[in-house]
């Protein structure tokens, strides 16, 4: 079968650490992911970056600049199926108004969010929509 998924996601840097939600769902289970998501019916996208921001990381954005947008198509059981999924994904840099991260679990599809030390992430920990942005901002 297959599906597409489009999001909206979050390039949050400070101090050489970038902020990142583990996944509890999905494709990306058990990976560290960019904090984001789906819209919801008539958001536009700078709407839908705030509003996974605070749901994920209990976070407010203060300002933000489109950065990329990037596909990638992976493999992945769901609902007993196997689903190929072509993920695309329009990245944004955030600023945030404070750097605190909500770490527990949201209850949906995070393990919670910390800050992950940019040079020490190896790829086989990230998603791999994650992994081409780091790679994009020449932090790799």
């Known amino acids: 079968m297959e599906k ?7 390039l949050i840097i400070n101090d050489n650490k ?3 939600v583990l996944k509890s769902r999905g494709a990306y289970t ?9 819209f ?7 709407e839908t970056l705030k509003r996974e921001i605070k ?4 976070a407010d954005v203060k300002s933000f600049k489109l950065f990329d947008s990037e596909s990638v198509v992976v493999d992945w059981i769901h609902h007993d199926e ?5 993920h695309i994904g329009i990245f944004y840099k955030v600023k945030l ?11 949906q599809d995070s393990l919670g969010a910390h800050w992950y030390d940019i040079k020490s992430l190896k790829e086989k920990d990230v998603s791999p929509l994650t ?3 780091l790679k994009k901002l020449k932090v790799k």
Not at 30 to 38: A, C, N
Not at 82 to 86: F, G, I, K, R
């Open 40 to 46: 919801e019916h008539g958001e536009r996208p700078q």
């Open 131 to 133: 992994w081409i942005e």
């Open 4 to 10: 597409r998924h489009l999001g909206v996601y979050g």
């Open 82 to 86: 196997m689903e190929n999924m072509h």
């Open 30 to 38: 058990g990976k560290l992911d960019l904090p984001g998501g789906s």
């Open 97 to 107: 108004k404070k750097n605190d991260l909500k770490i527990d679990a949201d209850g």
């Open 18 to 20: 970038i902020a990142l």
């Open 55 to 58: 749901e994920e990381l209990n």
